[in-house]
């Protein structure tokens, strides 16, 4: 991780669970940490106690599903704090309704949030890398188990985004190895993990076994910490 040392890193979903953590990390690993979520106290709490330690975390609020939001914060990163280096798309929801039940609205939600939110951060993670002549940056998707393969028609919907998530992180590996460009792109693929999102199954599989949010984290880690020269394509993670 010495490489990624007093670099900007942004993280979409921070202000709690999977996120959350993986701002606590990379802070603690040096990097100068850009959180980005909707919940601004919550942001403001994390910022506080990263300070406190001495550690560099921003917050700044950001819904991913809103086009003037995203382009303003990556605008504002830039601007004072630094060109991205390390781009983590974890903002992710879930609505737990079989597809003939899903309200449209949501249905837009789940798709907006995802799919259309983590490619918009992405475009523009990228082009401050390049127009900073950043070309060893990495873009990290926090996926899931269900970009894999079909469980519950209950998440129909947020299946299909992951399936998208998974196909979009192949391919834009692909399309930045056809330029030759050494960013690399790696999907980490979650099983169950216990945060607020997963409630309504911890309530209704208790004895299930599930991850924990720092088990996400040292597949984060892992991929950063490959050499310069290997791209962690895929991890998926799942409890034993």
């Not at 082009?127 to 129909?156: C, E, F, L, T, Y």
């Not at 208790?206 to 991850?211: D, H």
């Amino acid at each position: 991780m010495e490489r990624w040392n007093n670099r900007v890193a942004v993280v979409s979903g921070a202000s709690e669970g999977i996120g959350e953590a993986i701002v606590r990390r990379l802070a603690a690993e040096g990097m100068k940490v850009v959180a980005l979520a909707r919940r601004e106290a919550m942001l403001k709490e994390i910022e506080k106690e990263m300070a406190d330690k001495k550690l560099y975390v921003k917050g700044h609020i950001c819904d991913v599903t809103d086009d003037d939001q995203v382009r303003t914060a990556f605008q504002w990163i830039e601007d004072n704090v630094g060109p991205v280096s390390v781009l983590v798309n974890n903002a992710g929801v879930l609505k737990v309704k079989p597809l003939t039940e899903l309200e449209i609205s949501d249905m837009r939600t789940v798709v907006d949030t995802n799919l259309t939110g983590l490619l918009e951060t992405t475009i523009h993670g990228l082009r401050s890398m390049k127009k900073n002549g950043i070309d060893d940056g990495h873009i990290i998707n926090i996926n899931s188990i269900h970009g894999h393969r079909v469980v519950s028609p209950a998440i129909s919907v947020y299946i299909a985004t992951k399936h998208g998530v998974t196909v979009l992180s192949e391919t834009l590996k692909t399309e930045l190895g056809e330029k030759k460009s050494k960013i690399r792109v790696t999907s980490v693929s979650p099983g169950a993990v216990i945060t607020s999102m997963n409630r309504w199954m911890i309530e209704e599989r208790p004895s299930m076994r599930y991850l924990e949010a720092k088990d996400i984290v040292e597949s984060v880690i892992f991929a950063l910490s490959a050499p310069a020269n290997v791209n962690v394509s895929e991890i998926i993670v799942e409890p034993v």
